[in-house]
């Protein structure tokens, strides 16, 4: 959190990318893909094939990020330095679901706005 909090109070905002295996293949084989996890504010590791990738690769302090855990820490967050989100993925039942989950749990959470994209067939990568 501490990362994003320094970000944001310095006037940086940007997107947080939360990636697991998939994630990575899907990175390595579509540069304009690739791009969009380059360019975020923040893309943290969502399982373990991941953390064990970078410890491999020589950086030993990379340790797993659960989305879900971040999404909470965010929203808690938003209620002391009045944050926006922008939700992006999944179904639209689910991300209607995140919605009224946070209006709840997080009421001074504000969140503008919500998109569910097209899901692509798994055989395109």
């Known amino acids: ?10 006037g940086k905002h940007g997107y947080i990318c939360v990636s697991n295996a998939r994630v990575a293949y899907q990175s390595n084989h579509d540069p304009e893909y690739c791009a969009i996890q380059n ?14 990738i970078a410890h491999n690769m020589g950086y030993k302090y990379v340790g797993q990020v659960a989305g879900n855990e971040l999404f909470h820490a965010l929203l808690g967050e938003s209620a002391k330095h009045g944050y926006t989100h922008y939700f992006y993925g999944s179904t639209p039942s689910t991300i209607e679901k995140m ?19 097209p899901f692509q067939p798994i055989e395109a990568y």
């Open 39 to 52: 360019n975020s504010l923040l893309t943290v590791p969502d399982g373990k094939p991941l953390v064990w």
């Open 99 to 117: 919605k009224q989950r946070a209006a709840v749990e997080y009421p001074k959470a504000r969140i503008v706005g919500a998109v569910s994209p």
């Open 1 to 10: 959190m501490t990362k994003i909090s320094d970000s944001l109070l310095k």
